[in-house]
Every structure is written in structure tokens, then in C-alpha cells.
């Protein structure tokens, strides 16, 4: 047999056993109306054993009254979630270890409280509450997030009883403000008082709340579900990064109503949002929200927790297959097709002094990368009522808006504002910048964020003083690789990790992101930032790469050319 014929036997016997060997089952990605509701991992199998909704019996009954170490730890490391709460950093543990240490090495026995805002929306009376409990219960921390929320740390279990009896005596919650629920509501500051608005979702964002927030059938989602809703032109809820969203349009033949957005989030694999095509008229809005969530629930990927969030399934689909199981399998009628959003005419964050419909103000300022504390926020309270106003805003931006101002007023609110350090002017930095909560408290972080972005942010106005920016910079800065400040969105976004300097030591740094955005009025489409291989830096070295790169900015644009555009055209060395 010469060699060739031996090659083509060899070939046939391997293709005859191929063609007998049984084909491998398709390995089930655990979607219930699919592949049935065996649960695939420890996660879904916690699940399917108890709600988390549940596990707030057993904080009030038993936990509370035994202490942390009474505490069943399928309960502390799952479904605690469910009402706010996780396990905070112990001091100490420098960022190396993060990824070394198991969880339970990584924890304290003090907990991280997310008290749920669901559009932004606060009384002076509620927001007085958090105040009282911060000082009372939390070392007196509390963070503002740029999902609207309050975040307290230092909580013992002991007290959480006490503080969800004071919450919830103003009308607050933490309920499924964490967890593989329907998170927090985004919901735009300006709600039915912006002279510009559109349409006023709070209706909307009141009975989702209302109806579905604590409500079992969606307690057990594949993994976390985040939702938008605005009725304003600036388009200031970040639309494009949640998992289902309602932006308002005017459509030729409808009205006024929203354009629906599915599967946006940016973590380590992030994805934009993508536009069904569908306009929603106001009172569709649940329903189609209902519809949404309904199938993220029923068609989402559970077997592997890095692929169970909306913006896979979405990837896998395309919009045109989820509008249609929507409208098919869900709604039981058909949407009406509709224009997209026009491009935003002015800035998102509210920052600054702005009509109200009625002829009052409301003054926006920034907090710096989101740092409150209790006394801080009563000091707000005070100042706010004060002047007459009782009504507040928390913003997907970090920020705060006092509501209600009148003309007379407006001058002595800003200068009480000032004098608390919080600004409501077109600061360089101060405006522009988020930090995520860093390894001062959390457990996945590398690098401390909160402290390095006030520092950047005192250090870098003093430094460029004067320069005329065509537009805020943003610099968003995360203590790890999953994006809670948004890196891949930023005109500059600074991903922690430890890193070798040039002495050959490993200390923290960040990993650049450059030239990234949202749909803004300062670009039309939201896209992801440009990273340069090797370009990472030193935390020491923060102030000095920013600045460098600033200046290089407004020396080397063009006419009206934007920092993203800038940095997505210049050659690789003009970014390092």
C-alpha cells in the first residue's frame, strides 16, 4: 500500500467512527423555558432552596439578636443582597491579596447598607433620616452612587432592624437595592420640574416600584437587572448602559413617548445598549418594562454567572428576536415602530442653576466622586429647608439637586453651598469626576479610588487654573476591572490593578481608558474608550499623566474637536 493510500484509509476509518460516535448533548445554558429550571450552579441552587426576599426574617429574629458569627453563611454571602447589604473589607489587606485571599479571608464582620432611591427622588425629612443614621449607626459614612443610592459602611447586624424601622417610617427601603434583582430604578433628577422636559416618567418609576420591587416573581433573576426611564432631553440616566430603558421622544404621528433601549452594562465585557425600534406610549411603560424583565427572567442564561446578564442574551438575539418574543410571547400586541432620540442639547449632570416650570430653581452641585457623610447631608437638610425647599434629587452623576428655590433665594443657597464645599460652578475637575467605593471598603477592589480622586481633583484645578477646556474632562476612576464608575465611558477612565514601576516595585496603578463617552451634546453616539497597549500608571503618578495629557489636548485639536475625538485620532505615543 503506498503512502497516499494509507493516508485516505486512515481518513475513511476515522471519518466511519466519527460518523458513529453519538454527538455530544448541547451543554444547557439554564434557561427555565428552555432547558427546564434545574439549577445549574451554587448560586441558582441557593436560589431555588430560599428566596432572598426571605432572609429579612431571619436578620430581624435570629441574626440581630445572635450577632455576625450566628449568621448562616449561605444567608451573608447570597441573599442578604436582597435587602441592601454585604460584607465590607477588612482593613489592611493591601490590593495584592484581593484576588488571593477567599472571600470570607477578605470581610469584616461590619456591613456595607445600600439604601434604595429609586429615582433620585428625596424628602428633606428622608434625606435627614439617612443623616441621623449615618451618625447613629454608620461612623457617620455615607456615599452618594451613580445609581442614585445612599451607601452607608461600618453597619452592624445588630442595628439593621432599627435603621429599616427608621427608613421606612419616611418611605425608604433597601429592599433588593443588591442582588439578582430588579436594582434601583434610574430615573431622571428633574422629573416633572425641568422647564425643558419632555414627559414626567415618575408615574412610571412609582408603580414599578410600587408593584414589582419585593415582588417574588422577579426576585429570582438570572443575575443583577438595571433599568432607566427619563423624560428629558439631555438624556441623563445613562440609557445605554442598563439592561432595559425608556428615553423620551416625540414621535410624528403618536406624541410624546419613550424609545425602548435592552441589554447595555459595561463591566469586563462591555456592551452598548441596543434601540428595539419601538415607541411606548406613557401607559405602556410597565407593561413593556414587565415584558422586558419577564424575559430576562425566563429566556436568561443562568448556567455561568459571567454570561447571565441581559446583554448576552440580547447578543445572542438581536433586537429584532426580542421585540418580537415581547410582543408575541408577553405583551400580546404589537409596538408601534419609532424614531430614535434626538442628540442632547445640554449636559446630563444638572450641575449648576436651572428654571424650574413653576419659575422656581433648582441648583445642582457636586459632590466629589460621590463622598457625603452624615453630618454633610444634614447640613444639606438644614440649608435646604432653610431656604423653604424640602424636596431633593440624587443623580446618576454622583450629585445632588436642591429643588424649589426661588429667584430671591437663589444667590445666598449657592453661597451656602459653596461654604459646604459643594460646587455648583463648571469646575474643571470637581464637576467631571467619579470614583467607585475602592478597597477603603470593598472586597473585589485593588486600588483606594475615593481619596486618589479628591486628591486629583484639588490638585489638578490648581495645576491648569485658568486653561479655557472646550468641555468638562471626565475622569472616572474603579478600583478594579468591573466598572461600577464607568471606566470605558470616561474621557479618561483609570481601571485599578497593581502594577511594576520603574524601580521594578509593584504598587498600585490603573490601567487607561481614553476618549470613551455617552450620548452627550458634545458627541452624538455613546462608545467605548481607546486603550494603548503597556499605558498604565502609577497612582502617585495620577496628577501628572492627567495634566500632560490636558495640555497636549488643547495644543494638539483641531477647530471644535472633542477630547474623545482627540484622543481616538492622535498616534499612541501622543497618549502616553
Known amino acids: 500500500m503506498t503512502m497516499s493510500t494509507q493516508v485516505e484509509a486512515n481518513k475513511k476509518t476515522a471519518g466511519d467512527k466519527a460518523a458513529k460516535r453519538p454527538k455530544r448533548p448541547k451543554k444547557s445554558n439554564g434557561q427555565w423555558k428552555v432547558d427546564g429550571r434545574e439549577p445549574l450552579n451554587k448560586n441558582e441552587v441557593d436560589k431555588s432552596e430560599d428566596d432572598g426576599l426571605n432572609v429579612r426574617d ?95 459602611h461600618w453597619v452592624e447586624i445588630e442595628n439593621v432592624p432599627e435603621i429599616w424601622r427608621r427608613l421606612e417610617a419616611v418611605g425608604l427601603k433597601t429592599t433588593e437595592a443588591c442582588g439578582d434583582v430588579p436594582r434601583v430604578i434610574l430615573g431622571s ?15 412610571a418609576i412609582e408603580e414599578i416600584s410600587r408593584r414589582y420591587i419585593g415582588d417574588p416573581s422577579f426576585s429570582n433573576l438570572p443575575r443583577k437587572y438595571k433599568t432607566a426611564i427619563t423624560g428629558h432631553p439631555s438624556q441623563d440616566v445613562v440609557h445605554e448602559i442598563n439592561d432595559c430603558s425608556f428615553v423620551a421622544v416625540d414621535h410624528p404621528e403618536h406624541g410624546i413617548g419613550y424609545d425602548l433601549w435592552v441589554g447595555g452594562a459595561l463591566s469586563v465585557v462591555p456592551r452598548f445598549a441596543e434601540r428595539l425600534g ?21 429566556y436568561g442564561y443562568r ?121 455648583s460652578r463648571k469646575d474643571l475637575f470637581r464637576r467631571s469626576t467619579m470614583a467607585c467605593t475602592g478597597i477603603e471598603y470593598c472586597k473585589l477592589a485593588i486600588v483606594e479610588t475615593k481619596q486618589t480622586a479628591a486628591d486629583a481633583v484639588t490638585k489638578l484645578e490648581e495645576r491648569l487654573d485658568g486653561l479655557d477646556l472646550p468641555h468638562p474632562i471626565s475622569l472616572h476612576l474603579n478600583g478594579c476591572p468591573n466598572s461600577c464608575a464607568r471606566i470605558q465611558t470616561a474621557d479618561i477612565g483609570l481601571k485599578g490593578q497593581i502594577i511594576t514601576n520603574d524601580e521594578g516595585q509593584q504598587v498600585p496603578g490603573f490601567q487607561v481608558h481614553v476618549g470613551g463617552g455617552l450620548a452627550s451634546k458634545d458627541r452624538d453616539e455613546a462608545g467605548l474608550g481607546r486603550t494603548v497597549r503597556g499605558l498604565k500608571i502609577a497612582a502617585d503618578d495620577l496628577n501628572d499623566y492627567v495634566e500632560k495629557l490636558v495640555r497636549r489636548f488643547l495644543d494638539g485639536r483641531s477647530e471644535a474637536e472633542t477630547f474623545s475625538e482627540w484622543a481616538h485620532r492622535v498616534d499612541e505615543e501622543e497618549l502616553k
Open 278 to 298: 419601538a415607541w411606548v406610549a406613557p401607559d405602556q411603560v410597565v407593561d413593556a418594562w414587565v415584558g422586558v424583565t419577564s424575559i430576562f427572567r425566563d
Open 303 to 423: 448556567r455561568l454567572r459571567n454570561k447571565a446578564r441581559m446583554k448576552f442574551l440580547l447578543a445572542d438575539w438581536g433586537p429584532e428576536k426580542l421585540r418580537e418574543v415581547l410582543e408575541t410571547e408577553y405583551l400580546g400586541y404589537r409596538l408601534a415602530d419609532g424614531p430614535a432620540p434626538e442628540k442632547p442639547l445640554t449636559a446630563g449632570d444638572h450641575v449648576g442653576v436651572h428654571k424650574q416650570v413653576d419659575g422656581r430653581y433648582y441648583i445642582g452641585v457636586s459632590l466629589i466622586a460621590g463622598r457625603a457623610s452624615g453630618t454633610l447631608l444634614g447640613q444639606i437638610v438644614d440649608l435646604a429647608e432653610k431656604f423653604g425647599s424640602t424636596r431633593l434629587r440624587t443623580t446618576p452623576h454622583q450629585k445632588i439637586l436642591l429643588l424649589d428655590i426661588e429667584e430671591s433665594d437663589v444667590d445666598a443657597v449657592v453661597a451656602g453651598l459653596d461654604a459646604l464645599g459643594l460646587s
Open 58 to 152: 431571619r436578620i430581624e429574629n435570629i441574626y440581630a439578636k445572635g450577632g455576625f458569627s450566628s449568621i448562616a453563611a449561605d444567608d451573608l454571602h447570597g441573599r442578604f443582597r436582597w435587602w441592601g447589604l454585604y460584607t465590607q473589607r477588612k482593613p489592611g489587606i493591601d490590593g495584592g491579596r484581593t484576588a488571593t485571599l477567599e472571600p470570607h479571608e477578605l470581610e469584616d464582620e461590619y456591613l456595607m447598607m445600600r439604601i434604595r432611591i429609586d429615582g433620585g427622588k428625596l424628602t428633606t425629612e428622608q434625606l435627614g433620616t439617612i443623616s441621623d443614621i449615618s451618625n447613629d449607626f454608620a461612623r457617620g459614612t455615607a456615599d452618594v452612587t451613580d445609581r442614585q443610592n445612599i451607601q452607608l
Open 189 to 203: 433628577p428633574v422629573a416633572g420640574i425641568a422647564a425643558d422636559e419632555l414627559i414626567d416618567p415618575t408615574p
